[in-house]
């Protein structure tokens, strides 16, 4: 099929180019947000955790792979046909909810607030998928990997709540 497009090869590179850069920015974004928020000062070094929270350490790099994982879905689920508003919405809420989580948590000093707003970013997520979905099947499994990841670190959350609450 031949390609019917009459804007300018340079126009139409960089209109692909755009839902690289909103993946990006919401990458980003939310990286920074919640980043900032992360202090593991002496308040967090005192909780007790359960043995089997994974290693420091390898938070940080699967928190980086799961958003390249989602900003992936989010491409392909643009240039699938994805609605794109509600796309970027679905993103953007997201982002939000996922930085709001680890201010609650680490900022806030409220494991028991973050476990309460795990549950939206967790229908958060789902929303992204079934989003993706209508751009691409893949582009929704790609967002697997982080509902997964969500669901361990709210049984997590849930897990430190427990072992020294109460909290306020």
Same mark, same amino acid.
């Given at each position: 099929?031949?390609?019917?497009?009459?804007?300018?090869?340079?126009?139409?590179?960089?209109?692909?180019?755009?839902? /690289?850069?909103?993946?990006?920015?919401?990458?980003?974004?939310?990286?920074?947000?919640?980043?900032?928020?992360?202090?593991?000062?002496?308040?967090?070094?005192?909780?007790?955790?359960?043995?089997?929270?994974?290693?420091?350490?390898?938070?940080?790099?699967?928190? +980086?792979?799961?958003?390249?994982?989602?900003?992936?879905?989010?491409?392909?689920?643009?240039? +699938?046909?994805?609605?794109?508003?509600?796309?970027?919405?679905?993103?953007?809420?997201?982002?939000?909810?996922?930085?709001?989580?680890?201010? /609650?948590?680490?900022?806030?000093?409220?494991?028991?607030?973050?476990?309460?707003?795990?549950?939206?970013?967790?229908?958060?997520?789902?929303?992204?998928?079934?989003?993706?979905?209508?751009?691409?099947?893949?582009?929704?499994?790609?967002?697997?990997?982080?509902?997964?990841?969500?669901?361990?670190?709210?049984?997590?959350?849930?897990?430190?709540?427990?072992?020294?609450?109460?909290?306020?």
């Amino acid at each position: 099929m031949a390609d019917t497009d009459t804007a300018p090869a340079g126009a139409r590179r960089a209109r692909d180019r755009r839902p /690289l850069w909103l993946a990006l920015a919401w990458m980003v974004a939310t990286g920074i947000l919640g980043g900032a928020a992360v202090q593991l000062g002496p308040w967090y070094a005192s909780l007790r955790k359960p043995d089997w929270m994974p290693n420091e350490m390898l938070i940080g790099p699967a928190w +980086g792979a799961i958003f390249l994982l989602s900003a992936w879905a989010f491409v392909t689920a643009w240039r +699938g046909g994805a609605p794109r508003g509600l796309l970027l919405l679905t993103y953007v809420v997201n982002g939000a909810l996922n930085a709001g989580w680890t201010w /609650l948590f680490f900022q806030a000093r409220r494991p028991d607030w973050s476990l309460l707003e795990a549950a939206p970013l967790l229908l958060s997520i789902l929303a992204m998928i079934a989003v993706c979905a209508q751009g691409s099947r893949a582009a929704a499994w790609l967002n697997l990997p982080y509902l997964a990841w969500v669901g361990f670190a709210a049984a997590l959350n849930l897990a430190i709540m427990r072992l020294n609450g109460p909290f306020g």
